[in-house]
């Protein structure tokens, strides 16, 4: 019986895994619960070994310290960086200027010439500006000013953090493909 449910088990643990892949979309979009979807990028003709060194190549150039930002290398199969994103929101409001730094875990799943990314927002936080927080329903954004009252700062906050979550991908994209043949241009007759 122990030997039935053991194998069972095993059977299971890799349809877990790849069911949570189902939450997909193209780009990321941040709601008050977070990244609640991952993206998946498909890169022909690249192994994982190729893929897990491109990942490696960006976050030299990138991430600083990078080496201490690694949270996670199961190699040719994962990635986890955690990166730290300074004032990486900037707000205006009635003629003040607000900076949040943005802390995020960047999550890199390889198989078969694909590239799984995975974001989640850990902090953001200011030694200056008011609290920044996720609250309500999923078009509500809220920063609490030090007196307690609600500033809402909504589509600016969450299309910053979006491009954030967004140009991870193209970057770790360019490292991927820069070993691509760039077409000539076409001369205009």
């Keep these: ?39 998946i990028r498909e890169y022909s003709g690249k192994t994982d070994s190729d893929l897990h060194e491109s990942i490696f190549l960006w976050a030299k150039y990138t991430i600083d310290n990078y080496e201490e930002a690694l949270v996670r290398d199961v190699p040719y199969e994962y990635l986890e960086f955690r990166m730290f994103v300074p004032q990486g929101i ?10 949040w730094d943005v802390m995020m875990d960047v999550g890199f799943r390889l198989r078969d010439q694909e590239i799984r990314y995975d974001i989640g ?43 954030i979550a967004n140009n991870i991908i193209r970057s770790v994209s360019a490292y991927v493909n820069r070993d691509a043949t760039i077409p000539a241009e076409e001369s205009e007759e």
């Design 121 to 163: 927002l850990v902090e953001v936080s200011s030694p200056d500006a008011p609290t920044f927080a996720l609250e309500g329903d999923p078009n509500e954004w809220s920063f609490f000013d030090n007196d307690g009252k609600t500033r809402s700062f909504n589509k600016e906050a969450q299309e910053q953090i979006n491009s």
């Design 1 to 39: 019986m122990k030997n039935l449910i053991a194998g069972l088990t095993l059977l299971l643990v890799p349809f877990i895994s790849v069911s949570q892949i189902t939450n997909t979309g193209d780009k990321f979009s941040i709601t008050p619960e977070g990244f609640t979807q991952s993206v």
């Design 90 to 99: 900037v707000l205006e409001d009635n003629g003040e200027i607000y900076q």
